[in-house]
């Protein structure tokens, strides 16, 4: 998993309870990505970066905010967890713009919202 | 709506078979395409990856197939084995603007002894 970690790798909460997810990396990898992962959806991409302080919405960024102050560590929260929010999340990672180059991806973190 | 379309959503093939995934694309601003494999409990990690200058692209058993004009490519696995048994996903990025990959619906293969 190329130097990537998830915490925490499962979760259940309640509906209205705000969760934090960690993704952290030992690759210096300039940029950091945020997915869903959904039955009948693929990969979506929530949120990503492109350097410290640096971030921007993906495709379904709608009740998630994420954070990065340090190179190696991206976080993604959800201020009011909503059941619509159960999924598997992902981290990925990459040296250059994602886009076109190789994204590592993390093991993932199964939440479940009730 | 799914920028990327992928069949079939599973597969079952026999061992030594040839498993074949599809995907289509609209957008033409589409210029880098894609693979990952995924194992249960485990993230996607790249397979193979094309460019629309070539029409095909082959690493060991597994082989992209490009058509730019029809804006499709797929995924064959030649010799297909158990340990091949996984979740493929096609991709698609632009080269430019947003830092986006675009992923399939995913294909589970199952390959049976």
């Known amino acids: 998993d190329a130097g990537i970690t998830q915490s925490p790798r499962h979760k259940v909460t309640e509906t209205g309870t705000p969760v934090t997810l960690r993704c952290h990396q030992t690759e210096n990898h300039r940029y950091m990505y945020w997915y869903r992962q959904d039955p009948g959806h693929g990969l979506r991409l929530i949120h990503y970066s492109y350097g410290v302080k640096d971030t921007d919405k993906g495709e379904v960024s709608d009740g998630y905010s994420v954070s990065r102050s340090k190179t190696e560590d991206f976080l993604l929260t959800l201020e009011s967890a909503t059941s619509s929010q159960t999924s598997v999340y992902f981290c990925?990672?990459?040296?250059?713009?994602?886009?076109?180059?190789?994204?590592?991806f993390g093991p993932g973190t199964r939440l479940t919202v009730l | 709506q799914q920028q990327v379309k992928q069949s079939p959503q599973s597969l079952i093939v026999q061992k030594g078979g040839i498993s074949i995934i599809n995907c289509a694309y609209e957008n033409t601003a589409f210029d880098y395409f894609p693979w990952y494999q995924q194992f249960p409990g485990k993230g996607p990690a790249l397979l193979i990856a094309?460019?629309?200058?070539?029409s095909e692209k082959k690493e060991g058993r597994f082989t992209i197939s490009f058509n730019k004009s029809a804006k499709q490519f797929s995924l064959h696995i030649m010799d297909s084995q158990p340990g091949d048994s996984a979740t493929y996903f096609c991709a698609a990025s632009p080269q430019t603007g947003a830092n986006n990959l675009f992923f399939g619906t995913g294909t589970r293969l199952t390959v049976i002894p």
């Open positions: 094309i460019r629309p200058d070539v």
């Open positions: 990925a990672t990459s040296e250059r713009r994602g886009g076109t180059d190789t994204q590592y």
